[in-house]
C-alpha cells in the first residue's frame, strides 16, 4: 500500500547539496531526510555548518537539491517552474532571519504590509490584516514606529508579524534569536509555540541554542550535513 503523506506540510527525501569552491567541493547537505506535520514547531539543531541554513533555504525554495526531493505542501518543489516558485513563497511561505531584515525607512506597519502589496491586495484588506498581525504579536502601539525605534526583540516580532500577514502554511525560522538576549530570545520561542499550535501553522526554526528543546515539539540533530537523529520533546 502506498505511503500517504496528506498530513504533512514538508518532506525531503535523500536530499543532497553540494557547492564547488574553486576546485573544492563542500557536501552541505548528505542525504537529510526530514518531515513537519500541520500545526508543529520543530527545531533543526546543530553547529554552525552543520546544513541547517541550507536545508531550510532548500525546502523554501531559496536553493535547489543537487540531487533528492522536496516537496512543500505536496508541490515537488524542484520541478516547479521559477513563477510557481515565487507564487509558492509569496502566499504559503513565511521567512524570518537572524537579522530582521526590516526595511529600515518604512514603520512596522509597512514592514508587514509590504507583502501584501506585492500580491496586489486592496488597502482595506491589508490595513485590517496588518492590524491582526500586530495584535499577535503584541505590537499595534507600536504600528506606527520605525526599526531604530524598537528594541531587538520587538524588531523580531514585526519580523513574525510580516511572515504570518499572507496566511502561509509554513514559517521558516533561520536562528531568529540569534541577536536577542536570552529572555527575549525565551518569549520569540513562546510565540512561535502560540503561532504553530494555535494557528495551526508549521513553524520550523534553526537554532544552536538548547532552549529551544523546552519549546518545540521536534528536534532534528544535524551534523555534517546530515540528520542524526529526530526526537520528540
Do not use: C
Request: no cysteine; aromatic share 6%.
Amino acid at each position: 500500500m502506498a505511503e500517504n503523506y496528506d498530513h504533512l506540510t514538508t518532506r525531503s527525501v535523500d536530499v543532497t547539496r553540494t557547492y564547488r569552491v574553486d576546485r573544492l567541493e563542500v557536501h552541505a547537505l548528505r542525504g537529510a531526510n526530514f518531515h513537519a506535520s500541520k500545526g508543529e514547531f520543530l527545531a533543526l539543531m546543530g553547529r554552525s555548518g552543520s546544513g541547517k541554513t541550507t536545508l531550510l533555504n532548500i525546502i523554501g525554495g531559496l536553493d535547489h537539491p543537487t540531487s533528492g526531493q522536496v516537496y512543500v505542501f505536496d508541490h515537488d518543489i524542484s520541478r516547479l517552474s521559477d513563477r510557481k516558485l515565487t507564487d509558492l513563497r509569496r502566499h504559503q511561505i513565511g521567512f524570518v532571519f537572524q537579522s530582521f531584515a526590516l526595511m529600515p525607512t518604512m514603520s512596522a506597519f509597512e514592514n508587514v504590509e509590504l507583502p501584501l502589496r506585492l500580491i496586489g491586495a486592496s488597502r482595506r484588506e491589508r490595513r485590517q490584516r496588518v492590524m491582526e498581525v500586530l495584535e499577535l504579536v503584541g505590537l499595534t502601539r507600536w504600528a506606527k514606529h520605525r526599526p531604530q525605534e524598537m528594541s531587538g526583540g520587538q524588531q523580531q516580532r514585526v519580523a513574525i508579524a510580516r511572515a504570518l500577514v499572507n496566511h502561509p502554511g509554513l514559517i521558516l525560522a533561520d536562528e531568529p534569536t540569534g541577536e536577542l538576549d536570552s529572555i527575549t530570545g525565551r518569549a520569540i520561542m513562546t510565540l512561535f509555540k502560540t503561532i504553530a499550535h494555535e494557528e495551526q501553522i508549521t513553524v520550523i526554526m534553526s537554532s544552536h541554542d538548547p532552549a529551544i528543546e523546552d519549546y518545540v515539539d521536534y528536534v532534528y540533530r544535524m551534523a555534517d550535513g546530515q540528520i542524526m537523529n529526530e526526537r520528540a520533546t
